[in-house]
């Protein structure tokens, strides 16, 4: 079993936790490229969405009117279908009274031997035969309005079995208490099949007209006639003997029905014709006023891309002519501002220029005064000689001072040019550290170049990535305090990185976006030990730019800060990650981080009283044990937190970092409230 996984996991708790999008899990990329052959052809569908306005109000609309026409297309179907049935039933039971009626008025008869024939007397007495003369007699009456069916008194519940002879047909079925046996219907009615259960339990058990919705069910003989709705009305009564029978009229709901779909065709085919009208129209307003908002938003990247004199056409007095009369006003300011803008730049551009450019000359007869000057101050008085260096030392600050404005004046009008060439950055990591030694050493730091043991090629310009690592070197060592200076070499995928870590003051929250600014201190009242123009920086990420690449910063209060200089390997290709993260593993919150896994990975097996004891001495020796106090690292970094060279010499470089942002975009993590009263102060970058 792998470490870190649950015994007994199932497959559902895998799916859960993520396991099967991650590379390494099992079917992580077969979900993977589902999805993305699933989204791929809704993709063209999503951006159409989002960006048209114009159809999310239409369809909204669609949507909101086609709501509308269903409900109220429910209540009117409602409605009109209460309305036939109450009407149904109010005909029915009038029509089915009188039925009823008549039908215990004939049994109610005496029968007279008066008439043509004898046989009337024998006819009146048989009650078979009075009863399919009466079904017969009351159905005749119907003209295919309603049907009639006699069944013989029972329990409704459909038991045992009676055979009838009829008129008008006779069925199996029914239970016959006494005189009158099986069932009769009219039509080729199945008698015991179209009336409900329910309603026969209830004419049986109780006195009075009962009635339920049901279905007609014809017989064999009716050919392929299907069931119809009907309205069944019930109620007992008594044949000519006296003895009980149940009587139903069964009222077909056809014509109700066909009523009701015309209603529904009728509704369905308004609805729709109302939901494309209503969209039709939404579309033609939305449309009045999407096209002004297109329109200017058009005109409006194009004044982005330095066409400013697009304007938009006004037509009309209205709100929308209002605000293209502003827009348009906006635009003409914008121009002129940015027209005035672009003279004063051009004017300190040119300025810096010609200043720097006229200073060299004054500048180079001042420096041979001053070259002569320093050369003789051995024969000058203490104060004079001290003089005579403070010159000379002022002069070298002026002329990189003068160096640097070219440079800048040079990027600001355009005409920096970039010499690019395959080179090795190693040999210019090692050239820079070389340079820096010296300050180093009167420093107390120490520089220590890791990631060094294999080439990392890059196309750049050797001159502006040594100017750039030169000037990164240089900071680190001035504000490191003394502690150790990493410089870290990595390369990934299609970029190189080169990484300054230092563990002094750090960067306060803030101003690691404000570091690349020209001529920004963070602390003015720190004084300068190197010399420095104010402009490094500056022209650093200058030339980041130049090169397609990314100059970021990051730092912690009292935690250091590092900076990271990513170049794409081939020139001209965009970069989409670095290979060294820009947070360093050794900073707070990755330390805390660090910690909270190893304790949490331990348990309490290894996090125990005997995980203090370091490895064959006792507890409280002061060596690390194998529980989980080994993790925790020290609370500020120093020299001996640092790993050795050897320690990393093959390691494999770190992947590219997908989080990273392109520009001299930086992170700063807050000092800690402990560490608020100890703040140090944060020297000019």
Excluded at 68 to 79: D, P, S
Excluded at 278 to 307: H, K, N, Y
Excluded at 318 to 326: F, M, N, P, S
Excluded at 589 to 595: G, K, P, Q
């Amino acid at each position: 079993m792998k470490p870190g996984r649950p015994r007994g996991g199932s497959r559902w708790g895998a799916l859960r936790g993520g396991r099967l999008l991650q590379d390494g899990a099992p079917g992580g990329p077969v979900l993977r490229l589902f999805v993305r052959l699933v989204r791929r052809p809704l993709l063209p569908a999503v951006r159409l969405w989002r960006r048209n306005i114009q159809l999310r109000v239409v369809a909204a609309t669609m949507l909101m009117s086609l709501a509308v026409v269903l409900a109220l297309g429910f209540v009117v179907i409602a409605q009109v279908s209460k309305g036939l049935l109450d009407a149904k039933e109010e005909a029915a039971q009038s029509q089915a009274a009188g039925g009823f009626a008549v039908a215990q008025e004939k049994a109610n008869t005496p029968a007279t031997v008066d008439g043509p024939d004898a046989t009337d007397n024998k006819v009146g007495r048989d009650a078979s035969t009075w009863m399919n003369s009466l079904v017969k007699q009351l159905a005749s009456g119907g003209q295919t309005a309603f049907e009639v069916v006699a069944l013989g008194a029972g329990t409704g519940s459909g038991s045992g079995t009676g055979a009838g002879t009829t008129g008008t047909g006779t069925q199996p079925g029914g239970a016959g208490a006494s005189g009158v046996k099986g069932a009769r219907a009219s039509g080729n009615v199945d008698p015991t099949a179209s009336i409900p259960p329910q309603l026969r339990k209830a004419v049986n058990h109780a006195t009075g007209t009962f009635k339920t919705f049901s279905q007609i069910k014809y017989t064999d003989g009716a050919g392929d006639k299907s069931p119809e709705p009907a309205l069944v009305v019930g109620k007992r009564l008594t044949d000519i003997n006296g003895d009980p029978y149940d009587l139903y009229y069964l009222f077909p709901l056809t014509q109700e029905e066909e009523s009701l779909n015309l209603v529904k065709s009728t509704i369905a085919t308004a609805g729709l014709f109302v939901v494309v009208l209503l969209s039709a129209i939404a579309w033609l307003v939305v449309r009045q006023i999407v096209t002004p908002v297109r329109m200017a938003a058009g005109i409006a990247e194009r004044l982005s891309a330095g066409r400013l004199q697009e304007r938009m056409k006004v037509t009309g007095e209205d709100d929308i002519a209002r605000l293209g009369e502003a827009f348009n006003k906006m635009a003409q300011n914008l121009q002129v501002k940015i027209q005035q803008l672009e003279d004063l730049s051009r004017m300190q551009r040119r300025f810096v220029s010609d200043v720097s450019h006229e200073l060299r000359t004054p500048l180079t007869t001042v420096r041979m005064a001053a070259d002569v000057i320093h050369d003789a101050r051995v024969d000058f008085d203490p104060v004079t000689a001290r003089s005579a260096e403070l010159l000379a030392g002022q002069l070298d600050r002026f002329e990189s001072l003068l160096a640097d404005l070219l440079e800048i004046s040079r990027f600001d009008a355009g005409a920096a040019a970039l010499e690019a060439e395959p080179i090795d950055l190693r040999d210019v990591v090692h050239r820079v550290v070389e340079g820096a030694e010296p300050l180093a050493e009167h420093k107390g730091t120490r520089i220590r170049v890791l990631g060094d043991t294999q080439p990392v090629i890059a196309e750049a310009d050797a001159r502006r990535v040594e100017r750039v690592l030169r000037n990164l070197v240089v900071n680190a060592v001035e504000h490191g305090e003394g502690r150790d200076v990493v410089v870290r070499l990595a390369s990934a995928g299609g970029a190189v990185a080169i990484a300054v870590r230092d563990y002094g003051v750090g960067l306060k929250p803030g101003e690691a976006t404000r570091v690349f600014n020209r001529f920004w201190r963070a602390d003015p009242a720190r004084a300068r030990t190197t010399g420095g123009t104010g402009l490094g920086l500056s022209i650093a990420v200058e030339d980041a730019r130049l090169h397609g690449g990314w100059l970021q910063a990051w730092g912690e209060p009292g935690g250091g800060s590092q900076f990271r200089l990513t170049l794409p390997r081939t020139a001209d290709e965009p970069l989409r990650g670095s290979p060294i993260p820009l947070e360093p593993e050794d900073s707070r919150a990755n330390r805390a981080r660090a910690a909270a896994d190893a304790a949490a990975a331990s348990g309490p097996a290894a996090g125990g009283p005997q995980a203090g004891a370091g490895a064959g001495g006792p507890a409280g020796s002061g060596q690390q044990g194998s529980g989980g106090n080994r993790a925790q690292a020290p609370a500020r970094p120093d020299i001996a937190a640092i790993p050795p060279r050897s320690a990393v010499a093959g390691a494999v470089p770190v992947p590219a970092d997908p989080t990273a942002l392109p520009g001299n975009g930086a992170r700063v993590v807050a000092r800690p409230a402990d560490q608020a009263a100890q703040e140090d102060g944060a020297g000019g970058r």
